[in-house]
């Protein structure tokens, strides 16, 4: 179970250009909910997220991962429980190191290092299988160095980094954005698979509508740092574009509203 409590935030405080970012956010989370995220440019989506990751200390409120309360954890501690994939595949590895390097540093997360191997026979043979399932031959390229991969390359590598070991919260901050429509997609089947085998908690945020709709089991929707919608489901299961573009005008006060200016 996760519990999110009263969260809020505001930047600039104090000052003319104060931006109350996110205002009293509260979500419980039920082990494996998968909830995509969706709102216009501006809503509080990534904020939030990097607020659970502990990007920056909260105005108020309060966030337990299962008996952890992780509110006043700094991010590096929050690692331990959180596993992040990024927009930009840049920012999800280690560029100057190997494959297998990267992934011998995502299988030690949350735990005491010391001197030895960096990587050991034993997890080679476990990184192997792992890269197996991607399909795109990075098994046999273990020694490559990551920053010679492509971005969909990169990007599926860090959702395994991600999920090496299982984390209790995953966060996808739009992490197929950045891929042309065919890596995207892979990267998108591979995401539903991990979370699906490992039964993951999961926040995804998504400009795409369709994506947000036939992906998770709960759709939430940020507008002006407050999440207005909730739907889980039969309701979500018979959700369309339309339905999420009328519900968002109403909110609005029945104010026109195109896919364009809720998503971009």
């Known amino acids: 179970m996760i519990t999110i409590t009263g969260v809020t935030k505001a930047f600039h405080k104090g000052d003319v250009n104060e931006v109350a970012a996110l205002t009293n956010v509260s979500l419980d989370m039920a082990e494996g909910d998968f909830i995509t995220v ?7 989506k990534s904020t939030f997220l990097n607020a659970l990751a502990g990007s920056f200390p909260l105005d108020t409120g309060r966030i337990v991962l299962g008996d952890d309360d992780v509110t006043g954890w700094p991010e590096h501690r929050r690692a331990s429980l959180i596993g ?11 560029a100057g190191a190997s494959i297998e390097q990267n992934l011998a540093m995502a299988l030690k997360r949350g735990q005491r290092r010391g001197l030895g191997l960096g990587v050991k026979a034993a997890d080679r043979a476990l990184f192997r299988e792992k890269l197996a399932v991607l399909g795109l031959g990075l098994e046999d390229r273990l020694k490559t160095t990551t920053g010679l991969l492509s971005g969909g390359q ?35 089947d591979l995401t539903a698979e991990i ?3 490992q ?6 945020v998504t400009h795409n509508m369709a994506q947000a ?13 407050e999440i207005v919608l909730d739907i889980a489901g039969e309701e979500k299961r018979n959700l369309k ?13 029945g104010e026109g509203v195109s896919d364009r200016m809720l998503l971009c």
């Open 154 to 188: 990169r990007q599926a590598l860090t959702m395994l980094m991600a999920t090496m070991v299982r984390p209790r919260l995953l966060l996808l901050d739009e992490h197929t954005a950045a891929l042309d429509p065919k890596t995207g997609a892979m990267v998108l």
């Open 199 to 204: 039964n993951l908690s999961a926040l995804m």
């Open 241 to 253: 574009v339309e339905d999420l573009l009328r519900r968002f005008s109403e909110l609005r006060g």
């Open 84 to 94: 992040r994939v990024f927009q930009d595949p840049l920012l999800g590895t280690c």
């Open 213 to 225: 709709i036939s992906l998770g089991n709960r759709l939430v929707m940020f507008h002006r740092g």
């Open 195 to 197: 979370v699906q085998a």
């Open 38 to 44: 969706i709102g216009s440019n501006g809503a509080g």
